[in-house]
């Protein structure tokens, strides 16, 4: 073999191991979700009345607000009476904003403004036990937690509607709505030695049903 032909095949062997080991542009591209300019709809507590109702905020900003960071990471990945009576079963027990039990009891809806507990929450109301228990635990820092009368507390947090558009965690963000969740709890003692505990909670200001989005917030 000749000394051309010898060097032409070396380099034509050098130059086939580069393009084996030389990274492909799928393997150099940094990872992370493929990037779409969309829109996302979504629901958040504003439990410390800090995000911003007017203008817009950056989706990976909302832990600064108050909200869990695990909460914003799934959206970034896109991911008693008689003892036998069971409407006074207790189906959640949690403390609330000052510590103090808090109960949720089975409770019954006929209709109309009667009933108490988490049927009556449900299907008149539209909120689940979730809902309530976020809106005692994070009432709004002022005044969102005050003594109706004896032993029955109000509670207040706002939920907000929230709309981003954009790419992945850096989407930017803007409120489009809010509600006012209220919850009422009668903490006077049954015989189970537990509290009465939700007589009812809703959406203030609407009439009928609280929209899906409210019991659906990414932080309760």
């Not at 493929?34 to 410390?48: C, E, G, H, I, Q």
């Not at 409770?107 to 539209?126: A, I």
């Not at 709890?185 to 509290?195: A, I, Q």
Request: hydrophobic share 35%; net charge positive.
């Amino acid at each position: 073999m000749t000394p051309l032909r010898t060097a032409a095949l070396s380099a034509l062997a050098v130059t086939a191991c580069a393009l084996v080991l030389a990274p492909t542009a799928a393997q150099a591209a940094p990872q992370g979700p493929p990037r779409t300019d969309d829109t996302l709809t979504f629901s958040v507590l504003d439990a410390k009345s800090s995000i911003p109702r007017a203008g817009t905020f950056r989706l990976q900003d909302l832990p600064r607000y108050g909200v869990e960071r695990k909460a914003v990471d799934r959206i970034g990945r896109e991911d008693v009476k008689a003892p036998g009576d069971p409407a006074y079963r207790i189906v959640g027990e949690w403390k609330d904003k000052d510590n103090v039990t808090t109960t949720m009891r089975q409770g019954k809806w006929p209709g109309g403004d009667y009933g108490f507990g988490l049927t009556k929450v449900e299907q008149k109301h539209n909120l689940s036990l979730a809902a309530v228990r976020a809106t005692t635990k994070y009432p709004r820092p002022n005044g969102g937690k005050w003594q109706q009368s004896g032993t029955t507390y109000n509670y207040v947090t706002d939920v907000l509607h929230v709309k981003c558009s954009g790419w992945w965690i850096f989407r930017t963000c803007r409120v489009v709505e809010v509600k006012s969740v209220k919850a009422v709890v009668n903490f006077r003692g049954l015989p189970d030695g537990k509290p009465f505990g939700v007589v009812t909670a809703f959406c203030e200001n609407t009439p009928g049903r609280c929209p899906d989005w409210v019991r659906q917030a990414i932080n309760i």
